[in-house]
């Protein structure tokens, strides 16, 4: 009889962990089932909440921006740095205002603006060579060089804006990802990783983006910044220059209108 009862025993163990191991397959084909199949960054955005979508492509668009105005500011900079150098090396040589004025009579660039800007001043004053022609001279060179700076400085704001407010957007997206994830959580009614797991992938995503779209922005912005700066610093050299001549002309007597070599 007791052997009978060990049998018994034996065969209920064997069939409560035949039982057991179906229902564990069971639960792995639906944790896997749960699982997104593509995983790449392409997949997740595919998979993601609308919310999430619309955040990841306007930080795209702003990593778009941000390099757009890197090309065309890096373009603009160096061609009118050169021609800012070709014009100081022509105020350099033993000339006059007319002359240089005539030189650059075709020009739109900063330091053709600053010598006709002065050879304007030349005309209206009637030739009279005082302190307060000077002074006149000062004011309207400081005029152009404000004029042209802001002009050459034109977009580097969007760059500062994006490299300040990505992150806090990419955040917005990690924030709302994870929302979900528990939205997720709450209507599964279970904690499972399968579950959880696409909508933190979406959040990450999203606060890597915003991290792509910042810190270009950051570095581009602190670049061209710099560049602006030395250009800038090119346009005061061009006014002491114009300084300069119009001192030696006036000194020499030899002061003359930018119109009458014309």
Do not use: C
């Not at 009978?4 to 962990?17: L, N, S």
């Not at 593509?38 to 930080?59: E, H, R």
């Not at 778009?64 to 022509?90: H, S």
């Not at 000077?134 to 490299?163: D, P, Y």
């Amino acid at each position: 009889m007791l052997q009978r009862w060990r049998e018994r025993g034996i065969w209920t163990v064997t069939f409560a962990v035949l039982g057991v191991l179906p229902s564990d397959a069971s639960l792995a084909a639906t944790d896997n089932a749960l699982l997104p199949r593509n995983l790449s960054p392409w997949g997740m955005f595919q998979s993601a909440d609308i919310v999430v979508k619309a955040v990841m492509i306007g930080l795209a668009f702003a990593s778009l921006v941000t390099w757009t105005i890197w090309l065309a500011k890096t373009i603009e900079i160096r061609r009118k740095t050169a021609l800012a150098r070709r014009r100081i090396g022509q105020l350099e040589r033993d000339t006059v205002l007319s002359e240089v004025e005539r030189e650059s009579r075709d020009g739109d660039d900063a330091v053709a603006q600053i010598i006709q800007s002065a050879a304007r001043e030349a005309a209206l004053s009637g030739g009279m060579f005082d302190d307060g022609f000077k002074e006149r001279i000062a004011l309207r060179l400081e005029r152009v060089e404000a004029a042209m700076s802001r002009q050459i400085a034109r977009g580097t704001g969007v760059l500062a804006t994006i490299g300040a407010t990505a992150p806090f957007v990419g955040l917005f997206g990690t924030v709302w990802g994870i929302m979900n994830a528990f939205i997720g959580i709450s209507e599964a009614h279970t904690t499972n990783l399968a579950v959880v797991a696409p909508g933190i992938a979406e959040a990450l995503l999203a606060t890597a983006l915003g991290l792509v779209a910042a810190i270009p922005a950051v570095v581009i912005y602190n670049h061209l910044t710099r560049s602006i700066k030395a250009h800038r610093a090119l346009l005061g050299d061009a006014s002491v220059m114009v300084m300069l001549l119009i001192s030696r002309e006036g000194d020499r007597s030899l002061f003359r209108l930018a119109r009458a070599a014309e």
